[in-house]
């Protein structure tokens, strides 16, 4: 950095070498940040070129001077922050392979006459809801197995015959290290090569699937692929609230977001004060009627690779049972049409903010953006 004209002692500007709209900037920039200087001592004659800056300065064991490569000191840090790997969450798999078909379709079956005998289009909505909701989620955790994830972090193209092979350099690795004969050691070097071509084999393979012409029909493992080499995961910067503070907390900022995406939407306006657009000048639209035709084809056209929504029932479920979803849900929309409701479940969201512009290191609230999942 060079800014020579910084006086670190007193943090005043002494001197014209650079601009002092520049040198006021950078302190400034210092101060809004919550950023600390811990480089005490001069790295270049009698200046500090070399700075080192944190927000927490309790991190910072010890900081020293070294001889560096050129006229400039290396500033030296030794601090007890450990870099993590963030580890994959654990999440159910269910294994549709191993699927009670039979059972499944009985059991649904009985499902559909039980609803068609109890709700009509006059029905209320809520307890329609919540037997669809419910029962299909109960049948699928009763017909088809499941597994849960593994949280350790692994490379997706290391199969079986790597990891043994990998077992078997690491064994002769300690052979040789302990009897240092050079037979061992050539034999550890063979391993070695072996084991790396091995990889990178399983690797370039494993690429070629991905972006294969197969990737436009199932793109979520193409993109799952790209987002795994996505290095940002620091999630929100630190926010500026609108009394000018930056907070870092993480409560804070959800509080501060959920304040600010709120406040965009006035849900108690009254109905009588919404001004008037002046006479309809479109026909008034015939009465909906939903048919169990065009609900079996839009059950058919799911994509069984898509996230499941907030009722956690999965498309490859819907798909699965074939046309016998579809009584159930002709009613269930016919009713929330006729009726003019919809669940209350439907109305919540799982809400995340997304960065649109502005300095991504200190931001405000109108720079982000919600998106609801």
């Not at 009763?142 to 078997?168: C, D, G, H, Y």
């Not at 035709?293 to 798909?319: E, F, M």
Request: aromatic residues 8%; charged residues 25%; contains cysteine.
């Amino acid at each position: 950095m060079n800014l020579p004209d910084i006086n670190w002692t007193d943090v005043s500007i002494k001197g014209n070498h650079v601009s002092s709209a520049i040198n006021l900037k950078f302190l400034d920039t210092l101060q809004n940040c919550g950023l600390e200087r811990m480089v005490t001592f001069p790295t270049r004659l009698d200046n500090t070129l070399d700075i080192f800056l944190s927000n927490r300065p309790s991190l910072v064991n010890r900081c020293t001077p070294i001889p560096g490569l050129s006229d400039h000191d290396a500033v030296f840090l030794e601090t007890p922050a450990v870099a993590k790997r963030g580890k994959p969450v654990k999440r159910k798999i269910y294994l549709w392979k191993k699927t009670d078909e039979n059972k499944m379709k009985a059991e649904f079956i009985e499902f559909k006459k039980q609803f068609l005998n109890n709700y009509d289009s006059s029905s209320l909505i809520e307890d329609m809801w919540n037997s669809i909701s419910t029962t299909p989620n109960k049948i699928l955790e009763s017909t088809v197995p499941s597994k849960m994830s593994s949280s350790r972090f692994n490379q997706p193209w290391i199969n079986r015959e790597i990891k043994a092979l990998s077992r078997r350099k690491k064994r002769q690795f300690n052979k040789a290290k302990s009897t240092k004969h050079p037979k061992d050691k050539k034999k550890y070097q063979h391993l070695k090569v072996e084991t790396r071509d091995s990889c990178r084999k399983a690797y370039n393979e494993y690429i070629n699937n991905i972006i294969s012409p197969d990737c436009t029909s199932n793109p979520k493992r193409f993109w799952g692929f790209i987002n795994s080499k996505n290095k940002e995961s620091t999630g929100v910067a630190p926010l500026k609230a609108g009394d000018g503070l930056t907070y870092s907390d993480p409560t804070t900022k959800a509080s501060i977001l959920n304040n600010q995406f709120s406040s965009v939407l006035n849900s108690n306006e009254p109905v009588n004060d919404i001004k008037s657009m002046g006479p309809e000048t479109h026909p008034a639209m015939n009465c909906i009627n939903i048919s169990e035709a065009g609900v079996n084809k839009l059950i058919q056209s799911l994509q069984i690779h898509k996230a499941t929504g907030a009722d956690g029932i999965p498309a490859r479920l819907l798909r699965f049972l074939g046309a016998d979803p579809a009584p159930v849900l002709t009613v269930f929309f016919q009713a929330s049409i006729n009726q003019g409701v919809i669940p209350r479940e439907w109305k919540r969201a799982n809400v995340v903010p997304i960065f649109k512009k502005g300095a991504k290191n200190n931001q405000r609230i109108t720079d982000q953006c919600p998106s609801h999942l």
